[in-house]
């Protein structure tokens, strides 16, 4: 062997074994690291975690106010991980700034958020600035930006890491329009693009600050006059999504569409709810099944059609309907529109489930229990944005758009790393022919019962109102659920009041403000209501 080749020789010999070294620390630093040296990203579920391992079954996470239950090693070497990290901006759909960091005197960073009344959908950091709840937690490693293969390496070698920026399909004006709509009253609005399923505007009432909410007083406060009261409101709860509310008749949508869909009846299909009863309260008719009776006062008709029946709201009829429909097909036809027992929504946050009655089964055997909650009582429940996507559903012929915030995700250089996600959630829930057929019935519901005269002119609008029955000795919900188009757009609203009262009254009002700021003001600037702080990065 010439020396020449002897060199070449040492000089590869060398080149593998740099190679095997560089291999070996890109190994320890980035996949072994994390197991070696744990880091807290999530820390309610490290909480928990680290609390089970202590024997400690009173875990209260909500909200995680102090990082106690994690070893100070831990939250030490997160501390130091995550200190040249600066976390993503959350805008809105238009660009504004809805959460960011800043620094502060002393060099540290502190999250700021500008739109208290999206604090259940954005959520909040805790104080290792990892999210806890809400897009800050689902999005926690894009936001931080560790999900990158560039920003692992910028980690290793000490330089500082920039986080991906997301885009939501909240419209600021449309939250903001919500919120003030709703006021300080128990409940939730939800507001959806009805063709694309992108959230416009997400309000939950009573809610919280989420730039207080690390300060542990201010949290105690948020629950200083509830003690052990059941009926106690808590500020973290998100009503929008994870309320689990009786429908009232706004559910009379699912059974009108069961019915028109299997050829139960049509919208000419002529009702004879029989002789009036009258008691202290007044004349009422009766719908008698299973040894029981569903009691109807929402109207003076004796004989109407089903058209009719859906705009007085006749309990008489809608509840013989489900009397009247095989148990199958009602399980079938809740199951499509996405009340299925115990499946949560495909949103990015987290969502509650729905259910038609505490035992499935009840609803087969039971003809009362299935009639009662054909004209939305018994045992239902069900959120805000389930209501919401059962109006899309119709708007859509019958087809439900997937439910979603996040508009994009963004590199720090502008890149587009995510795009809108777009499609389906269910297909084919109904004929397109019902669905025009309900569209039409929810018009002539808005339009007969005179509603929105002169509130909202030159746009179509339908919906139907519910005043739902709950505990004995308290008000009803009420709930107005519809749409409202013009060429540009049509838009779903959802709307709750707990205890509220008659939805007509309570809830319709704050359909018609929502509506007006969704059609005539999207995308109009709204004037910041919290001071920005001085210095943002």
Same mark, same amino acid.
């Given at each position: 062997?010439?020396?020449?080749?002897?060199?070449?020789?040492?000089?590869?010999?060398?080149?593998?074994?740099?190679?095997?070294?560089?291999?070996?620390?890109?190994?320890?630093?980035?996949?072994?690291?994390?197991?070696?040296?744990?880091?807290?990203?999530?820390?309610?579920?490290?909480?928990?975690?680290?609390?089970?391992?202590?024997?400690?079954?009173?875990?209260?996470?909500?909200?995680?106010?102090?990082?106690?239950?994690?070893?100070?090693?831990?939250? %030490? /070497?997160?501390? *130091? &991980?995550?200190?040249?990290? +600066?976390? =993503?901006?959350?805008?809105?759909?238009?660009? $504004?700034?809805? !959460?960011?960091?800043?620094?502060?005197?002393?060099?540290?960073?502190?999250?700021?958020?500008?739109?208290?009344?999206?604090?259940?959908?954005?959520?909040?950091?805790?104080?290792?600035?990892?999210?806890?709840?809400?897009?800050?937690?689902?999005?926690?490693?894009?936001?931080?930006?560790?999900?990158?293969?560039?920003?692992?390496?910028?980690?290793?070698?000490?330089?500082?890491?920039?986080?991906?920026?997301?885009?939501?399909?909240?419209?600021?004006?449309? %939250? /903001?329009?919500? *919120? &003030?709509?709703?006021?300080? +009253?128990? =409940?939730?609005?939800?507001?959806?693009?009805? $063709?694309?399923? !992108?959230?416009?505007?997400?309000?939950?009432?009573?809610?919280?600050?989420?730039?207080?909410?690390?300060?542990?007083?201010?949290?105690?406060?948020?629950?200083?006059?509830?003690?052990?009261?059941?009926?106690?409101?808590?500020?973290?709860?998100?009503?929008?999504?994870?309320?689990?509310?009786?429908?009232?008749?706004?559910?009379?949508?699912?059974?009108?569409?069961?019915?028109?869909?299997?050829?139960?009846?049509?919208?000419?299909?002529?009702?004879?709810?029989?002789?009036?009863?009258?008691?202290?309260?007044?004349?009422?008719?009766?719908?008698?099944?299973?040894?029981?009776?569903?009691?109807?006062?929402?109207?003076?008709?004796?004989?109407?059609?089903?058209?009719?029946?859906?705009?007085?709201?006749?309990?008489?009829?809608?509840?013989?309907?489900?009397?009247?429909?095989?148990?199958?097909?009602?399980?079938?036809?809740?199951?499509?529109?996405?009340?299925?027992?115990?499946?949560?929504?495909?949103?990015?946050?987290?969502?509650?489930?729905?259910?038609?009655?505490?035992?499935?089964?009840?609803?087969?055997?039971?003809?009362?229990?299935?009639?009662?909650?054909?004209?939305?009582?018994?045992?239902?429940?069900?959120?805000?944005?389930?209501?919401?996507?059962?109006?899309?559903?119709?708007?859509?012929?019958?087809?439900?758009?997937?439910?979603?915030?996040?508009?994009?995700?963004?590199?720090?250089?502008?890149?587009?790393?995510?795009?809108?996600?777009?499609?389906?959630?269910?297909?084919?829930?109904?004929?397109?022919?019902?669905?025009?057929?309900?569209?039409?019935?929810?018009?002539?519901?808005?339009?007969?019962?005179?509603?929105?005269?002169?509130?909202?002119?030159?746009?179509?609008?339908?919906?139907?109102?519910?005043?739902?029955?709950?505990?004995?000795?308290?008000?009803?919900?009420?709930?107005?659920?519809?749409?409202?188009?013009?060429?540009?757009?049509?838009?779903?609203?959802?709307?709750?009041?707990?205890?509220?009262?008659?939805?007509?009254?309570?809830?319709?009002?704050?359909?018609?403000?929502?509506?007006?700021?969704?059609?005539?003001?999207?995308?109009?600037?709204?004037?910041?209501?919290?001071?920005?702080?001085?210095?943002?990065?």
């Amino acid at each position: 062997m010439s020396l020449t080749q002897r060199i070449w020789h040492i000089v590869h010999v060398m080149l593998v074994v740099v190679a095997l070294l560089s291999g070996r620390i890109v190994y320890w630093q980035l996949v072994r690291d994390q197991e070696l040296q744990p880091v807290v990203l999530d820390p309610v579920a490290a909480a928990a975690q680290y609390r089970a391992l202590g024997g400690d079954e009173a875990i209260d996470l909500m909200p995680l106010v102090t990082l106690e239950a994690l070893p100070q090693p831990v939250i %030490q /070497r997160t501390r *130091a &991980r995550l200190a040249e990290v +600066r976390r =993503g901006v959350i805008y809105d759909r238009n660009g $504004r700034r809805l !959460a960011y960091d800043y620094e502060t005197e002393n060099g540290g960073r502190v999250r700021f958020y500008s739109e208290p009344s999206l604090a259940h959908v954005i959520g909040y950091v805790s104080g290792l600035r990892t999210g806890v709840v809400g897009i800050e937690h689902s999005f926690n490693e894009t936001l931080l930006g560790l999900n990158r293969f560039d920003a692992q390496l910028n980690q290793m070698v000490y330089q500082p890491v920039l986080g991906n920026d997301l885009y939501l399909t909240i419209d600021s004006r449309t %939250q /903001r329009a919500a *919120a &003030r709509a709703l006021g300080d +009253r128990a =409940g939730a609005v939800v507001v959806l693009d009805a $063709r694309t399923g !992108a959230v416009l505007a997400m309000a939950s009432q009573p809610a919280f600050d989420p730039n207080r909410v690390l300060d542990e007083s201010y949290t105690r406060s948020l629950f200083a006059n509830c003690d052990a009261a059941a009926d106690c409101l808590n500020p973290f709860f998100h009503r929008a999504v994870q309320g689990a509310y009786v429908p009232g008749s706004t559910w009379k949508t699912v059974t009108l569409i069961a019915a028109l869909d299997t050829g139960q009846a049509s919208p000419e299909t002529v009702f004879d709810v029989g002789p009036p009863l009258r008691d202290e309260q007044g004349s009422y008719y009766v719908y008698r099944i299973g040894g029981s009776e569903v009691v109807d006062r929402n109207h003076p008709d004796r004989v109407l059609d089903l058209t009719r029946a859906y705009l007085v709201s006749a309990n008489a009829v809608f509840g013989r309907l489900g009397g009247e429909m095989d148990p199958a097909v009602f399980v079938d036809y809740a199951a499509r529109l996405g009340f299925s027992r115990g499946e949560t929504l495909p949103l990015e946050i987290s969502t509650g489930a729905a259910q038609l009655a505490n035992d499935p089964q009840a609803i087969y055997e039971n003809d009362f229990l299935r009639a009662i909650t054909a004209i939305g009582q018994g045992e239902l429940l069900t959120s805000p944005l389930n209501m919401a996507l059962v109006v899309a559903a119709v708007l859509n012929e019958g087809d439900i758009p997937r439910p979603h915030l996040l508009q994009a995700v963004r590199h720090p250089s502008g890149d587009l790393l995510q795009a809108e996600p777009s499609g389906n959630w269910i297909s084919n829930t109904m004929r397109p022919e019902t669905a025009r057929q309900v569209r039409q019935i929810m018009i002539a519901m808005v339009r007969d019962s005179g509603m929105f005269s002169n509130m909202l002119p030159g746009l179509t609008i339908g919906g139907k109102t519910g005043t739902a029955e709950t505990v004995e000795g308290r008000p009803p919900h009420a709930w107005f659920i519809g749409f409202v188009e013009n060429e540009e757009r049509t838009v779903v609203i959802a709307v709750v009041v707990e205890h509220g009262g008659q939805g007509g009254i309570v809830a319709a009002p704050i359909f018609a403000e929502v509506a007006d700021a969704a059609m005539n003001h999207l995308g109009e600037p709204v004037q910041e209501i919290v001071p920005a702080p001085v210095a943002v990065e």
